[in-house]
RNA sequence: GAGGGCGUAGCUCAGUCGGUAGAGCACCUGCCUUUUAAGCCGGUGGUCGUGGGUUCGAGUCCCACCGCCCUCACCA
């Protein structure tokens, strides 16, 4: 049947299809497939008990001496994995084999094989997943090796692996088809998703020891609120009930405050209907923590907490595998990208840095050794803009210099500029309070690059936060910066059921800076219970682990980031 | 949503002024018992993102559309 497939492909009559590149090579390995079941193999294996991970075997080995060119016939191993490179030598073969720790050598001699199972040998091609047991030496290079007494074939590929040296390096196949990205980029990408799983943990495992407790809340949510955000919207059949996917979990997070949890915490999956960019996904994780009894000061020590912890646990590995990085680091050079990526010195952690707290990120070496910098936002305010945040003619002169106030007036009707309630009071059509803010943006946020808490904010910037005791023009709320970027917020929570209902009424009457569509009645029914003053914290897991990784986009620390349909196929 | 860049073989990339579409890897035939991106001989493989247009002739020029990346806006 293969002949007869091979030869409709040769013979091209006018006006034909032309047979298609990759249906060449699949009917190839498929014709192998078949010759394997012919020969009485099963080409999709199955269990293959108590295989050995690589770096177990050269963990073994390193204690072993085993001479250039010899074998120990009494070092046997176990091992399986896909075939990465396969050098083909006549009647000797070498395979490179993959597998989640590292990659190992498979050495295959017909002589030692038998002819049977070299047959199965020659029936294989790069990216099939095989296993192997044999007796471990090393060669007359030294490269440790398997050499095989058995060979099966656990799994036969169809389609061929991506160029061996280069990988794949178009961002758009590598996100399509993230399981090639994983296993042909392997010490580039899988290590980020191991460093992203490890920090995870670590958050995990630091929280629930101060007494933190986990919890699940609802996804699917009848109100949406807890930030400033659009959100999805679906729709339950049965209850013929429109619901939102969250766009935070932190309203349901305080009502276990009423409910006695004084320690809770959730990594939640958020999902926000705004713009995409290297920085936002619409979906993407988080992690929200509230403390009874604390503030927001306690918030800035949990922060460090969390990311010193991570840090730890992510720190100490060696790479098995670093060799093809000067290719990947050559081509984005060529696009003339920013030096991120990960070289051999960060991916075994604390090279030549000094400090366990520095990590390199693009351009800059981040210390992340706590404390961080506590700033507040008058002080950077005037620190970078040389201004008091309460000149107002100042700060009017500067946003028009700096071009944003043309900027803002232009875009008056869009929705998301407050025009000022007089206009002709002092000559500036936009608010004091929104001008100072952007200043901010533009003027001190690029310039935060290491861990940086500003604190303090005016309250008119967040009109819906628990005030400063001694000063009412003063928030209780920080904001974490790294690399320029927000990495956190935090505040003093509000817990007056009063204070919280009024907010609500101006939230959906749409005069705070967050919008809503209608009250959460329960919410302040739960404070009405009676909360208990605490402090609430959140922090971006995936910023978290692009800053620990040194990754450029929140695309590459998400394993499937958001596509348009279509596309490459 | 606005602006800019990109799309050529399965993968990584060349393609000059508009004049018969190329290389490496991979794949196929043959050789090779210590390779390290193995090597050597020979060979196959293309809807140049899609659709229109200009032209004697388009991978190349023009228009529209699709997808990706970057900047801005929204947001975290």
Redesign the pocket.
Known sequence: MHRDRRERRCIPTAGS??????D??MQ?RER?REALRAAGVDPYGGRFPDVEPTVDVRARADVVDIPV?QKLADFTARMAGRIT????????A?L?VQDRTGTM?FGL???DLGDAQWTVFKQL??GDIIGGEGIIGR?????L?LWLTRLTVLAKALR?P????????????R?RHRYVDLFSNREEVYEVFRRRSAIIHAIREYLVDLGYLEVDTPVLQPIYGG???RPFVTHHNTLDMDLFLRISPELYLKRLLVGGMERVFEISRNF?N?????????E?SMIELYEAYADYHVMMERTEGMVAAAIEVIGNRESPIV?REAGIEQ?RDREGAVPFGKSPTELSGFGGTGSAFQRPFGEHMLNFAPPWRRAKYADLFREHAGLDIKDKPGVLERAKSEGIYQKLTK?IGDG?VHVKPDPAAEGSLIDHDVLVNELFDVLVQPHLIQPTFVYDYPASICPLTRRHPEDPSIALRFEAFVAGM?LG?AYTELNDPRVQEENFRRQVAGEG?ETMAVMDEDFVTALEYGMPPAGGLGV?I??MVMLLTNSR?I?DVILF?L??????S
């Open positions: 299809w032309m047979m298609a590149e990759t060449r090579f190839e192998k060119g490179l396969l050098r083909d030598i006549g009647k000797l070498f490179t050598q001699s017909k002589g091609d790069l060669t007359k290079t030294g490269e090796t061929p991506p160029e061996k040296w280069h990988g794949l390096t178009d961002v758009e196949l996100y930030a400033a955000a926000r705004e713009g995409i960019s290297p920085r936002h996904n619409p993407f060799d081509s875009s998301h927000e917020n800076d971006g995936d910023r986009s695309r980031p596509q348009r349909k279509g596309g490459v």
